[in-house]
């Protein structure tokens, strides 16, 4: 189907000939070339600069007005953005998007070929930073005051190849020849202290003071993103700190003739922010890591301050101005740092300062994964931040004396078990607990989670403060993941419910009342069908594999880990496989199963997950006997760009992880917002979803969270699965044989010994046959087109609540308690 031309979803701020001379201005004035020189990266560039020209006009007016109010802001602090490109959603958010395009076209330029030349800002490892995303367009969208904080990272998250079927990390230099939405501002540089020791010192009024003298100083140098809303009211800021060698630092040694040893401190200062750390889900306890975590956070709080104390001459309104959203345990230093300055640098007594904390910082939890609670050695926090473990010892202390002890009186075993200090070999502090020990809130990701996070993580921290609990459910903003991805289907929501969807997600649910008609069923697989086509060609440029947009597209994305279990997907892929062998007509739809997924580098299993799922693709899409009817694809490189194809391309939306386990996911609301249908677990916020969609419009399978602990209570043994299901056994088997590794026997056996003699942690096998089974219900049901349309259908209209947007307005109701400011 053609796609429709879009309806006005907001005012056009320039026509198109305006912006024709807009970029033909910045061609030769911000690019130094002209119209018939210019190669597609300045054509990129000087399209950013014309876009800018209205972006930074409502920046300075959103400032102007946040200032002039001097209203309360939230401020996210995050180690990870995950926001891919930026040019297609600004443009989108300032309502230029069609005029860009049409004057691009003037020029003899696709939109799409110019846009492609912007690389992905990938600032993050996954859901965790994606979200973080969202929710800063949404603040903006919803004229909140807000500021995310972060780091500038030169490299980001690694660039995937594959080599051989094997993962190969390149490194990502997103920002190497330049990029046109960041603005540094070096009038706000901030100095950061490190290392060395503190001193008591008493003053002449006989007060006991610290002064913590530090071993070494970087400089952060900060750098704004604009972030902005749709219909650009309001552009807030993303403020990213780059570390630099702090400058009184190398002139005496240079001028003494140390040239090399005052490079290695500039390099040293500059590793701080030089790439992010691409463990998802668990944690490095390296020193380098550390220091990014404070170096940010110290950074982002003088900042904080020095904005307040234009307007305040003592703290007494801090924590009224400013509310700190602690994103994840990552940023947790902040609140000893909080803590520092107010008593060491303002003067503050201990239960002033203590009290601002408390009514300032608010901590959103992402896991209840054991590896990704960070802990950090006392032995690391005192050579970094000496000053910090002191006031870290003295919050745990206070907790511990006063609240367990009048809680749980005389018990010291409590004490022990709730201390932020764990005792053993190596003495370790509990970041998770410092955070709950101080934060007026902490919530979860999702409604299940948040349940778990007080029953499982926290009970006894539930049992103390049970209103400091809240949840707050993802979401996804429908700008990027539905307006911007997918044009077809935005013009005809615009045509059928008319044009506020993208601000008020609910009103799709106007579609649901066609979801039996004919035309419009029609009308929604075309599209679906011309997004699956589109991303076929992609997977023939990409992987050179060709698959029909006829088939069911399973698609699975997200980042590799053992309790996503792609690798439950891929045992199906084998039984589905041996079904085809052994019988040729075997009752089948054609199928592809897509997946992408980066792996932690140090993650072995992971990769030979990776590994695995391209041997087996490698012989499964070339053996003439199945005869087309099932296809596998790697894709490689997944990233936030590669995602914007997929989500709109899927049939079915694989959501497998292990009941428990997946916080809440925000792949699956993606999904569904684009006529995917769940085929899941009844975790994280699949089951949220399910509530929305209807029982009958979505594929659950599995244990849910309940069975999943009785079955670990009792005692898993996996082999009696193995034993019990000869299919299990025999795709178990195959993976020991060299069939998918001719010649080269045992290549895939780490993942058939990770499921048997490793005890199967994530209980694969035991849902295995719940799995094909609900399969092949999903593709019996795929085969009634009809019927499909329908509950796809259904299912886009019917996931409104999962906008960002709502969400954000929950963390303002429930935590952040903010009000609009309208810039003029
Ligand atoms: N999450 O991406 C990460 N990284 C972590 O270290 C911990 C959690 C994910 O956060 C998302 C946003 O809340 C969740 O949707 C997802 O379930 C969780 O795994």
Redesign the pocket.
């Known amino acids: 189907m053609a796609a429709k031309k879009a309806k006005a979803t907001n005012t056009v701020a320039l026509s198109k000939d305006q912006f024709k001379d807009a970029i033909v201005k910045h061609l030769r004035s911000t690019c130094g070339t002209d119209e018939a020189r210019a190669n597609n990266q300045a054509w990129w560039k000087a399209t950013c600069a014309a876009v800018n020209e209205l972006v930074f006009e409502r920046l300075t007016e959103t400032s102007k007005a946040n200032a002039e109010k001097d209203s309360r802001a939230v401020h996210y602090l995050s180690l990870e953005f995950l926001m891919g490109r930026l040019t297609v959603n600004n443009m989108h958010n300032v309502g230029v998007f069609g005029a860009a395009r049409d004057a691009l076209a003037d020029l003899g330029k696709d939109v799409n070929d110019i846009c492609d030349e912007e690389p992905d800002m990938a600032l993050g490892?996954?859901?965790?930073?994606r979200?973080a995303a969202c929710f800063i367009d949404s603040l903006a969208t919803l004229n909140y005051p807000a500021v995310g904080y972060g780091i500038h990272y030169e490299h980001g998250l690694f660039r995937q190849e594959i080599q051989g079927g094997r993962q190969i990390e390149r490194p990502d230099s997103w920002r190497e020849y330049g990029n046109p939405w960041e603005i540094c501002r070096p009038e706000s540089i901030q100095e950061v202290p490190l290392y060395g020791y503190v001193e008591t010192v008493f003053g002449e009024d006989g007060k006991m003071r610290k002064v913590w003298h530090a071993g070494r100083q970087i400089k952060g140098v900060p750098w704004d993103i604009p972030v902005v809303g749709y219909e650009a009211k309001t552009v807030n800021v993303l403020r990213l700190w780059e570390s630099k060698a702090a400058d009184f630092f190398d002139w005496d040694v240079f001028n003494a003739g140390g040239y090399i040893d005052s490079q290695s401190e500039k390099s040293q200062a500059e590793a701080v922010s030089k790439v992010l750390y691409p463990n998802?889900?668990s944690e490095a306890g390296k020193e380098l890591r550390l220091i990014q975590q404070y170096f940010f956070c110290a950074c982002s709080l003088k900042d904080i301050i020095r904005r307040y104390k234009r307007n305040h001459s003592d703290f007494s309104q801090f924590s009224k101005q400013a509310v700190i959203q602690l994103n994840?345990t990552h940023p947790t230093v902040a609140i000893p740092e909080l803590m520092r300055i107010l008593i060491d640098e303002e003067g503050l007594v201990w239960d002033d300062a203590w009290a601002i904390c408390k009514e300032t910082f608010a901590y959103t939890n992402?896991?209840l994964l054991p590896e990704?609670l960070e802990k950090w050695a006392v032995y690391l926090f005192e050579k970094v931040l000496p000053r910090h473990l002191e006031i870290i010892y003295e919050i745990n202390r206070r907790f511990l004396e006063d609240e367990v002890e009048a809680k749980w009186p005389g018990n010291d075993e409590m004490k022990r078990h709730l201390s932020i200090i764990e005792e053993g070999e190596t003495r370790m502090v509990r970041m998770a607990f410092l955070c709950v020990v101080t934060c007026f809130k902490t919530n979860g990701?999702a409604a299940m989670h948040s349940e778990l996070v007080k029953e499982d993580l926290f009970p006894e921290f539930y049992e103390l403060w049970p209103e400091r609990f809240v949840n707050v459910t993802?979401g996804v903003t429908p700008r990027r993941w539905l307006l911007a991805c997918n044009e077809q289907l935005a013009n005809m929501y615009n045509e059928t419910v008319g044009t506020d969807w993208p601000l008020k997600l609910d009103e799709l649910k106007g579609a649901a009342k066609f979801a039996d008609d004919a035309k419009f069923q029609k009308n929604f697989m075309a599209i679906k069908r011309e997004k699956k086509v589109e991303l076929a060609d992609k997977i023939e440029e990409l992987c050179g594999i060709k698959v029909s947009p006829d088939a069911m597209f399973n698609v699975l994305i997200k980042?590799l880990h053992e309790y996503k279990r792609q690798h439950l997907a891929l045992l199906h892929i084998l039984a589905l496989y041996r079904r085809l062998l052994e019988n040729p007509d075997y009752d089948m739809g054609p199928q592809v199963f897509i997946f992408g997924s980066k792996a932690a580098p140090g993650y072995k299993l992971a990769k030979d997950i990776i590994y695995a799922i391209n041997k087996v693709a490698d012989k499964v899409n070339n053996d003439p006997r199945i005869k087309d009817k099932l296809k596998v694809v790697f894709m490689p490189n997944y990233r936030v760009t590669l995602a914007e194809k997929l989500f709109p391309a899927g049939d079915v939306s694989l959501q497998i992880s292990t009941a428990g386990y997946?916080?809440?996911?925000?792949g699956n609301m993606k999904f569904a917002l684009n006529g995917a249908l769940t085929l899941g677990t009844m975790d994280?916020a699949n089951v949220e979803i399910r509530e929305e969609v209807g029982d009958e419009n979505i594929f659950i399978f599995g244990m849910d969270c309940d069975e999943v602990k009785a079955l670990k209570a009792a005692g898993y043994n996996p082999w009696d699965y193995y034993y019990g299901n000869p299919e299990l056994k025999a795709v178990l088997d195959w993976l020991e044989t060299d069939f998918f590794t001719p010649g080269a026997p045992g290549e895939l056996a780490s993942i058939k010994h990770s499921l048997l003699e490793g005890g199967d942690p994530y209980l694969v096998l035991a849902d295995f046959e719940s799995f094909t089974t609900q399969y092949t219900a999903v593709d019996v049901a795929y085969r009634d087109q009809k019927k499909w349309a329908k509950m796809a259908i259904i299912n886009s209209a019917s996931v409104g609540k999962f906008n960002s947007d709502r969400s954000i307005e929950d963390y303002v109701d429930r935590i952040w308690k903010l009000e609009k400011v309208m810039p003029n």
């Open positions: 490892n996954g859901g965790l930073g979200l998802d889900e994840d992402h896991t990704a990701v993802n980042r997946e916080a809440s996911g925000t994280g």
